[in-house]
């Protein structure tokens, strides 16, 4: 998988916790666990993003090897 892939799966797992975050938070009694969990899920993630996003070799032209 090269690192473009890897960042786009990464965002679009981001992306499907927010939309899972929102969803629960809609709910009459939110449940707060639910909520922390997913929120420190997205958060690890969104850091793992931005790690890949300011590493040099997310820029590096991939070998043609």
């Given at each position: 998988?090269?690192m473009?892939?890897?960042?786009?799966?990464?965002?679009?797992?981001h992306?499907?916790?927010?939309?899972?975050?929102?969803?629960?938070?809609?709910?009459?009694?939110?449940?707060?666990?639910?909520?922390?969990?997913?929120?420190?899920?997205?958060?690890?993630?969104?850091?793992?993003?931005?790690?890949?996003?300011?590493?040099?070799?997310?820029?590096?032209?991939r070998?043609?090897?």
């Open positions: 998988m090269s473009h892939d890897h960042l786009v799966s990464l965002k679009g797992k992306a499907m916790l927010d939309a899972e975050v929102e969803q629960e938070q809609q709910r009459p009694m939110p449940d707060q666990s639910v909520l922390l969990r997913l929120k420190k899920e997205k958060l690890r993630l969104k850091d793992q993003i931005l790690r890949l996003e300011e590493s040099p070799a997310a820029y590096e032209p070998s043609l090897h």
